[in-house]
């Protein structure tokens, strides 16, 4: 008799075993799958900013190291020239009599 009590306690035991074992497997599945995840999403980042390095090839070019002065006038003449190139594409867009006729 309790011999077969054991036995039931080994049952119970080795399936509460078993049940918590797969649950821990499923967590470490998704672990790994977001690890993946992660590291194609950090190499997209470290590509991007080997670009933005190789785009920025000396110090002087970087705005953090130029004069304010000189900083400002680039700044205004690249809002200025995008602000021209946004006029002449939304010019295009317009139906005729909407255009500017002057």
């Given at each position: 008799?309790?011999?077969?009590?054991?036995?039931?306690?080994?049952?119970?035991?080795g399936?509460?075993?078993?049940?918590?074992?797969?649950?821990?497997?499923?967590?470490?599945?998704?672990?790994?799958?977001?690890?993946?995840?992660?590291?194609h999403?950090?190499?997209?980042?470290?590509?991007?900013?080997?670009?933005?390095?190789?785009?920025?090839?000396?110090?002087?070019?970087?705005?953090?190291?130029?004069?304010?002065v000189?900083?400002?006038?680039?700044?205004?003449?690249?809002?200025?020239?995008?602000?021209?190139?946004?006029?002449?594409?939304?010019?295009?867009?317009?139906?005729?009599?909407?255009?500017?006729?002057?």
């Amino acid at each position: 008799m309790w011999w077969l009590i054991w036995a039931l306690l080994l049952l119970v035991s080795g399936i509460y075993l078993a049940m918590r074992g797969w649950g821990l497997w499923g967590h470490v599945r998704e672990l790994a799958g977001e690890l993946v995840s992660a590291g194609h999403r950090l190499d997209q980042v470290q590509g991007q900013l080997d670009l933005l390095g190789k785009r920025a090839r000396s110090t002087e070019e970087l705005a953090i190291f130029t004069g304010p002065v000189t900083a400002r006038i680039k700044r205004n003449r690249a809002k200025a020239d995008s602000a021209t190139a946004r006029r002449l594409r939304r010019a295009t867009s317009h139906p005729a009599w909407a255009k500017h006729v002057d």
